[in-house]
């Protein structure tokens, strides 16, 4: 099935009159927003799991969000990146408190 506008052979995401491969969403706000927490998740699984596992679970996270979006009708939001985000910083504070006073240095707030 082809739609209007498109060429036969061409893929629906990839825009034939940019010149060049790149993916494009309307908001380019969202797409580096997107690509950067999907990047830190990808390196975050690639360096537990490796490239293989790293790029399933980055996939199934995308259709995931795209499934949603599709499901719910609601275009997309990032309070749940957010809210990771914020967690992730947490633990990693955390993390960063409890090294610091196992090696015997006491921090300002721990």
């Given at each position: 099935m082809v739609a209007l506008g498109m060429q036969k052979n061409s893929?629906?995401?990839?825009?034939?009159?940019?010149?060049?491969?790149?993916?494009?969403?309307?908001?380019?706000?969202?797409?580096?927003?997107?690509?950067?927490?999907?990047?830190?998740?990808y390196r975050r699984i690639r360096s537990?799991?490796?490239p293989a596992s790293a790029i399933k679970a980055t996939a199934h996270k995308l259709a995931k969000i795209v499934c949603d979006m599709l499901t719910t009708k609601k275009s997309y939001?990032?309070?749940?990146?957010?809210?990771?985000?914020?967690?992730?910083?947490?633990?990693?504070?955390?993390?960063?408190?409890?090294?610091?006073?196992?090696l015997g240095y006491k921090t300002a707030s721990a």
């Open positions: 893929h629906p995401l990839k825009s034939s009159r940019s010149g060049k491969n790149d993916i494009h969403l309307s908001n380019g706000d969202i797409q580096s927003e997107m690509t950067r927490i999907l990047g830190r998740f537990r799991f490796g939001t990032e309070a749940h990146f957010v809210a990771t985000a914020e967690q992730f910083n947490q633990e990693r504070i955390n993390r960063l408190h409890k090294e610091a006073a196992g």
